[in-house]
């Protein structure tokens, strides 16, 4: 598959891997970008078609994520009679189109050589580090423009620091949990990389190996998602108690303690950030409708009201779903029902992406998202692949307290990750060295 509709697709490719932390728009075009020139060579050139095909078949994870997109089509279709608002229909499909799309344009990367692939990688976290960089420099200008560390909020009117959570994110119109999702990515390849070069790195190499994830793991600390908190510290322990159960034979005892010291301080900084959003811990999964608040709303219990009243939709719709553009109107039917004002009022989704998908598609689609993530595991432990089953893992759990697949930077990050994991002819650590 070496010939200019190749080039022109991974040179796609390598854009998105760029642009993921930027617009939205930008990232479109990119994908548009990649997947045209694979479209032509399917139309045009059958070596090409064969080869691709090749790889798609065999790729049981990119195979899953295109029925995903393909269904939520036959979804619209179903419930097309419903449907008062054709736009929003559309609209939803559109988002859709990235699971289909990047499995097929991606079904180049078993053709590129390793080099190709490791600049993929370097392109996202170039993204990375730019994107932040502009951010905690924009924070900086507006907090000595104002003088004050704080903002109001536009729609919620209330005080944000400049540097936290989505004040931190809206200066590049990001989503701030969805842009912690790309940098904890980012921070799983910053772990793995110095494995491989470390050792023969210099002085110089080693300490930018050291605070580069410190930089990142900063950057997490600031966007302070509850559940990228979660995720990130998850990472960091399973990683490190992993290494240091390989390295046991190797390191000195005095090693080892400081090896545990700098984890129990990891642990204890971003604990304390994760109790800061949990509220009291006797209401942490407690709430009541009809008392005056809800019953003291934290990031915990709140998702389990919404996970519970999405749960009594789901049992009335569990067959074919709601259709993609109605979902939200009839869930909102639910809270008004269930007299959950708060929910009611800010339109909120379920939070939870397999309650989500059954919800919206029924038992069919909940079922092949639900795949997606079974093959991909499957994959990743087959390959042994740390950097995948990391990015599982905080994938994973992001998708249990979000709907991390009905908005565009969640699929395109989603899509473009899986599918590089999941065609990539080693795992990703050999890819790093």
Known sequence: MKDVKTEIAYLGVLFIAFTLPFSAKINSIAIILSSTPVAIGLLTDKPFRQQLWHNLQHNYVALAMAAFALFYAVSAAIHWSSYQDVDAMLKHLEMRLPFLLLPVAMAIVPGLQPQQIKRLWLAFLSGIFLSSIILLLTATYVTWTTGSWYNLHPRYNVPENNFMYHRLGSYLNLHAVYYSAMVALAFILSLVYPR???????????????????????????????????????????????????????????????????????????????????????????????????????????????????????????????????????????????????????????????????????????????????????????????????????FGLFSISESTLEVNKGIVLFSFATSLFSYQPQRSGFYLQ
Do not use: C
Not at 263 to 278: E, N, S
Not at 281 to 293: D, Q, T
Not at 356 to 383: H, P, R
């Open 196 to 394: 491989h070069h470390f050792h023969k790195a210099s002085l110089k190499g080693r300490l930018l190996m050291v605070l580069v994830p410190v930089y990142l793991l900063t950057l997490l600390f600031l966007l302070k998602s509850a559940t990228l908190l979660i995720a990130t510290l998850l990472i960091v322990v399973s990683y490190a108690m992993y290494h240091l159960f390989r390295a046991r034979q190797q390191i000195t005892r005095w090693q080892k303690v400081g090896a545990m010291l700098i984890l129990l301080l990891i642990i204890a900084v971003i604990g304390q950030r994760i109790l800061q959003k949990t509220g009291h811990p006797r209401h942490l999964f407690r709430y009541s409708f009809v008392e005056p608040g809800g019953g003291n709303w934290n990031v915990f219990n709140l998702r389990k009201a919404k996970w519970d009243v999405a749960s009594e939709a789901i049992a009335d719709y569990w067959l074919w779903g709601t259709g993609p553009a109605n979902m939200q109107d009839i869930l909102d039917d639910y809270y008004a029902r269930n007299l959950f004002i708060n929910a009611l009022q800010h339109h909120y989704n379920p939070h939870n992406q397999l309650l989500q998908s059954f919800l919206t598609l029924g038992i069919a689609g909940g079922l092949i998202i639900f795949s997606v993530f079974v093959f991909s595991f499957w994959q990743a432990v087959k390959k042994h692949d740390v950097v995948w089953l990391l990015f599982l893992l905080a």
